[in-house]
């Protein structure tokens, strides 16, 4: 495998029809859902590395593996992108800060931020070790994912495409996302949002179904009720004019006569 090439980076499926984003509420159940404290300390990793990546604007695993202690300038990371070579500089949030705090390299021999991989490798050895660590990344991502109740498949590539899509979600533009991510230009990022406009679209088109559905029913009825309402009222006065005019016609009848005068 060449470094920087599709197999590096860890998206060498092809499949652009396979979705790849999470909802919301599965990104959550994902990232926060279970208590560490009730996960085996291999997915507690993977959770962290997923948490990492998200929060790091949608790293790649293969950029987290090969982070640098030098990288971290005290709450910012300033590295080159592995697959472009792209000069990436990304401020921290505060609880991204705190995992890397406690999940940060321990080893003083190696260069790594992360103890992903050994720091002793080098060529191939290197990418066997790095294809290595991303296969044990995407399996355990699986099982946290149904330890979660996440039915939709995962990989190391989720956090990134969730983060783009919701990034656009939240209407932020193409452009920015591009910049984000460090892409050469915002094709590459369209790729990213493909299934974004497809589901939009479906989205609108549900809505306006719901729409007519709803409104057609409800403004029926409100005719159907009105009808109604008028019909009672109509009734209603028509019975107080009868009784009225009963009470009336009754009063008259039994009225003394004044006596005469005469």
């Not at 609880?95 to 260069?111: G, K, V």
Request: aromatic share 12%; glycine share 6%; hydrophobic share 35%.
């Amino acid at each position: 495998g060449v470094p920087g090439s599709a197999e590096w980076d860890g998206n060498c499926s092809g499949k652009n029809d396979v979705k790849r984003a999470l909802e919301v509420e599965e990104i959550n159940k994902l990232l926060n859902e279970v208590p560490l404290k009730r996960l085996p300390e291999d997915l507690v990793r993977c959770r962290v590395w997923a948490n990492l990546m998200f929060q790091l604007r949608g790293m790649p695993f293969v950029d987290l593996a090969f982070l640098h202690k030098s990288d971290l300038k005290g709450n910012t990371l300033s590295y080159r992108r592995h697959k472009t070579g792209g000069q990436m500089i990304v401020d921290i949030p505060p609880t991204a800060m705190e995992l890397i705090r406690q999940y940060q390299n321990t080893d003083c021999n190696s260069p790594y931020l992360f103890p992903i991989l050994s720091g002793t490798k080098t060529g191939e050895e290197l990418y066997i070790e790095y294809q290595q660590a991303l296969r044990i990344m995407n399996y355990n991502l699986g099982r946290l994912a149904r330890r979660c109740g996440v039915i939709t498949k995962v990989s190391s590539y989720t956090t990134r495409h969730t983060w783009a899509t919701l990034a656009k979600y939240c209407n932020f533009s193409e452009q920015l996302i591009c910049e984000a991510f460090g892409h050469s230009s915002v094709k590459v990022t369209e790729t990213y949002l493909k299934n974004f406009k497809y589901e939009e679209i479906k989205k609108a088109n549900d809505a306006i179904i719901l729409y007519v559905s709803k409104n057609g029913k409800k403004r029926a009825w409100i005719d159907k009720k009105l009808i109604i309402k008028l019909f009672k009222f109509r009734y209603f006065v028509s019975n107080r004019i009868y009784s009225a005019a009963k009470i009336d016609n009754k009063s008259i009848a039994n009225k003394k006569q004044p006596a005469s005068f005469f």
